[in-house]
């Protein structure tokens, strides 16, 4: 096998074989992400020109049933400091995010009781009233099918589900025994009949991840063909049982982006908080190696440091809504520029 030619490959078909990917992976050196980068660049320059997508985040609830041992607002950490936001204070942020050139709010939050589905839809609905040019993202995890047809019909138009590891095993040690790839998966297929531009993802550098269980997750992505892929570097938190699990690497994750954009050519493709956390101008280094969307942070100031999936999270400086000049000068100086559209996903 040569290096060359399956990225030439991956350019030119959107597709590898397993082993190729395998390969690929455990034979990278600077040369090769050089390589690749350069044409996940390209590639994204071809299908959306120097655009950046902005997305601004909402962060409605710390609250969350669920164990899940990487995550800071797992059920069992008594230390998480818990909040949730009222319909007005989530139409507010929108207000705000509007002012500033967002088209598109993400209302993301652990698995919160309190979010049934009428309470739920009545707040997408206020915001698609107040706001009928903005697209409305949701990322509040698993639901029933019948949860997610009354959000859609409500007027959200896209879903976040990463779909956390492809491989069952892998899945079970980063989970508690209640939560399962399959139902994970079930969830993941109905949002996308029911019309959701919808996204999965993973971390790169989660606890036991393997290369063949990184293949799995370009291997599911390339299958299901979502709209959008949230990939970022797994980073720890200090009251988990992962506490002292090392966090994955900005290198590793900025080279699978770079796959991640060869094998979906038209893919929304965000440059994720948790790189750039990792790493200084780590949003930049995703960009440049095929990224094309930002989703800088909306959530009032008060509740941002509550919102701890893993130490040291961003929420401000270039993270912060308020920010945008700030982040379109960033942009700029790699040659990008931050759009104001809503910029859904186009065939
Ligand atoms: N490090 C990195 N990402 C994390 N997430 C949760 N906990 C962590 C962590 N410790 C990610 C998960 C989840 C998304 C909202 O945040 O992939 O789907």
């Not at 818990?82 to 993400?106: N, P, Q, S, W």
């Not at 959701?196 to 993802?201: D, K, L, S, V, Y």
Request: proline share 4%; aromatic share 8%.
């Amino acid at each position: 096998m040569n290096t060359e030619k399956i990225i030439e490959k991956l350019y030119e078909n959107a597709e590898a074989s397993r082993g190729e990917l395998e390969f690929l992976i455990d034979g990278r050196n600077e040369e090769t992400a050089q390589k690749l980068s350069a044409l996940a660049r390209r590639r994204a320059l071809e299908n959306f020109g120097n655009k950046i997508y902005v997305r601004g985040l909402i962060e409605i609830s710390s609250f969350c049933k669920n164990d899940c041992l990487y995550c800071g607002i797992r059920r069992s950490n008594g230390k998480a400091q818990r909040y949730r936001l009222t319909k007005d204070e989530i139409l507010e942020c929108c207000r705000e995010g509007y002012g500033l050139g967002f088209r598109t709010f993400v209302l993301q939050g652990g698995e919160d009781a309190f979010f049934t589905d009428d309470v739920t839809a009545g707040i997408v609905a206020s915001i698609r009233a107040g706001f009928p040019d903005c697209a409305i993202t949701l990322s509040l995890g698993e639901r029933s099918r019948e949860s997610y047809e009354k959000l859609f019909r409500a007027g959200a138009n896209r879903y976040l589900l990463r779909h956390e590891t492809a491989t069952p095993e892998h899945y079970a040690k980063l989970h508690p025994k209640e939560l399962s790839l399959e139902n994970r998966m079930e969830c993941l297929r109905a949002l996308k009949e029911i019309g959701f531009q919808t996204g999965c993802g993973f971390m790169v550098g989660s606890p036991f991840q393997t290369t063949a269980d990184i293949v799995n997750d370009l291997m599911f992505i390339k299958s299901f063909s979502p709209q959008m892929v949230g990939i970022g570097p797994f980073i720890p938190h200090h009251d988990t049982p992962f506490a002292d699990k090392p966090a994955g690497a900005a290198e590793l994750t900025v080279f699978l982006l770079s796959v991640v954009r060869l094998m979906n050519p038209k893919v929304l493709l965000p440059a994720t908080t948790a790189l750039g956390t990792i790493e200084d101008g780590g949003r930049e280094r995703g960009v440049l190696a095929g990224c094309n969307v930002v989703m800088p942070n909306l959530s009032p100031l008060s509740v941002r440091k509550k919102y701890m999936l893993y130490d040291n999270k961003l929420s401000t400086g270039e993270e912060a809504a308020e920010a945008r000049a700030a982040l379109e000068r960033r942009m700029e100086k790699i040659g990008y520029r931050v759009v104001t559209e809503r910029g859904d996903y186009k065939d």
